[in-house]
């Protein structure tokens, strides 16, 4: 049973950080393409960032891109978001999510207005908020 599990998240003041952690089960993490999605209150659900299980190649959202890293550890089981200089406007709750399908379809999700309402496995998410 393929399972993913969110932690780290809490209140942060701005420009704080925070670690987010993606702990995967049921499935071997090598063989996956990762990303972190977050919906904030009022919202839909955006992409933030994924990661290619081939040669590790990441991509950001513009508004993260600078301040956001994804990371994975295969022999953890686990993909990593490190949030650094956070803003008010990062308050969201975080999920991480992958697709048996394969890499093709974490992209679109990514990409596509509400493709993120096709991934098939997706964790409960963790709070992250930004706030004085």
């Known amino acids: 049973q393929v399972q993913l599990v969110e932690s780290g998240g809490g209140l942060v003041q701005p420009g704080g950080s925070l670690r987010l952690s993606c702990v995967t089960s049921?499935?071997?993490?090598?063989?996956?393409?990762i990303a972190w999605f977050r919906q904030a209150p009022g919202k839909e659900r955006e992409g933030v960032s994924y990661?290619?299980?081939?040669?590790?190649?990441?991509h950001y959202a513009d508004s993260v891109k600078g301040r956001f890293t994804i990371s994975r550890d295969n022999a953890k089981n686990t993909v990593y978001l490190q949030m650094n200089r956070l803003k008010p406007e990062d308050t969201a709750v975080y999920y991480c999510?992958?697709?048996?399908?394969?890499?093709?379809?974490?992209?679109?999700?990514?990409?596509?207005?509400?493709?993120?309402?096709?991934?098939?496995?997706w964790g409960q998410g963790t709070l992250v908020t930004v706030s004085s």
């Open positions: 990661i290619n299980n081939r040669d590790g190649t990441t």
């Open positions: 049921g499935f071997t993490l090598d063989y996956y393409a």
């Open positions: 999510a992958t697709d048996p399908r394969g890499e093709r379809f974490v992209i679109a999700a990514m990409h596509q207005v509400d493709g993120y309402k096709y991934l098939e496995n």
